[in-house]
């Protein structure tokens, strides 16, 4: 595929992250699973540094047990550089969703039992000033390419793991999921982002997210 101005820069950390996201996969992407969380497509200081979805680099080494050699994107954008696990950046999404289940599921394993994280997508896109420009902002062709690989990835997912819940992180991946898995039979829903440019987020996420959890019946262990 290719993404016009202007998305200057397309990182792809299935290639190269793909030791940690390999690592990823096969510690906990064991199933089936009962629920599947969709994030949206990596943040720069996340997923784009450690193959991880919401990857932030002190939990994906610390709490998950994480790290691997990261090699560089094709085309590294100076103001974006890839540092894999040497990245002092911190992705403040990622920080809150893993922070938030190493806080009430105390270990992986516990969590990994009957859930697990992917992207919907698994690109990141730049301006070339480094802003982050998000799917949902692309061209309509460049989107429908973009989905249409990306719902069959996440058909295959959902074929191996077989949930019985798929829940966005975000409304945004919650439509996707929709849109992609409507010969499956599934629940649906979403829960709050994590985004610090959400000021609901900003004002206690992980109380927030812990009623919305409970709500679509996934039981989150209290702190």
Known sequence: MTFAPPVTH????????RASHELYLERYGKGPKRVLLLG???G??????????FGEVSLVRDWLGIEAVVKKPRLEHEKRPVNGFACTRSEVSGARLWGFFRERFGKPER??????????CPLAFMEVSGKNRTPDKLSADERDSLYAACNAALSATVELLEPELVVGVGLFAEKRARDALGKFELRFGSILHPSPASPKANRG??????????ALGVHVPDA
């Open 40 to 42: 949206m497509n990596p």
């Open 205 to 214: 996420w992980g109380q927030a997210v812990a009623a919305e959890l409970e």
């Open 111 to 120: 969590f990994f039992r009957e859930l697990f994280v992917v992207n919907y």
């Open 10 to 17: 397309v990182y792809n950390p299935l290639s190269y992250a």
């Open 44 to 53: 720069p200081f996340g997923m784009a540094q450690t193959g991880v979805p």
